[in-house]
């Protein structure tokens, strides 16, 4: 029997505009749960289908206490794909509205991300709203520089930020 996985690492947290390291720990083969502790002990914790439905969670939770976790799962402009999700969610694509996403476009869910340009949970799922109605707009298709882009959004390599 396969033993369920168990990662610690550290993660960047903002408070009062100070940025400073937490511990967050990973648990599970899905469900995953996710903790991060303080010096002081464990400030919030979650369980979800995956490690990006745990985070927003966690973010959703410390939010009350004005603290911002620094990390890309943290942006307004991220999502997992399905596949991604399916498998735990550890990367995320960087969403833009007059584009797809192509594999440039991955990043780490916990990789660092500036805590001054994250945004709160319900940012985030306005933003994907937003991204959904625009991936139907009929001008993608007209538009040369999507083409382009999708044409060739099988060059290059996932970003290792």
């Known amino acids: 029997m396969a033993q ?5 690492s550290s ?3 903002q408070i009062e505009g100070q940025e ?15 903790s991060l502790s303080s010096a002081s002990g464990v400030e919030s ?40 999700a399916s498998h735990g969610a550890w990367t995320v694509y960087v969403l833009h509205r007059w584009r797809p996403p ?3 476009d991955l990043v ?10 994250i945004g709160s949970v319900a940012e985030q799922d306005s933003y994907w709203e937003r991204h ?8 993608n298709f007209i538009n040369p520089l999507w083409w382009a882009y999708f044409l060739t959004s099988s060059c290059g390599k996932p970003r290792r930020t």
Do not use: Q
């Not at 400073?20 to 996710?34: A, C, F, N, Q, S």
């Not at 745990?54 to 973010?59: D, V």
């Open 20 to 34: 400073i390291e937490w511990k967050m720990t990973v648990e599970g083969d899905g469900p995953w749960h996710l």
């Open 132 to 139: 959904l109605k625009s991936r139907g707009n009929w001008f």
């Open 45 to 84: 914790s979650a369980t979800a289908d995956n490690a990006f439905d745990a985070l927003r969670s966690i973010r959703a939770d410390l939010a009350a206490k004005d603290v911002r976790i620094c990390c890309n799962g943290a942006r307004i402009d991220v999502r997992p794909s399905g596949l991604s």
């Open 11 to 13: 993660v960047t947290v």
């Open 4 to 8: 369920a996985m168990k990662d610690e």
């Open 108 to 117: 780490p869910t916990f990789g660092y991300y500036d805590g001054n340009r």
């Open 102 to 104: 192509t594999v440039r």
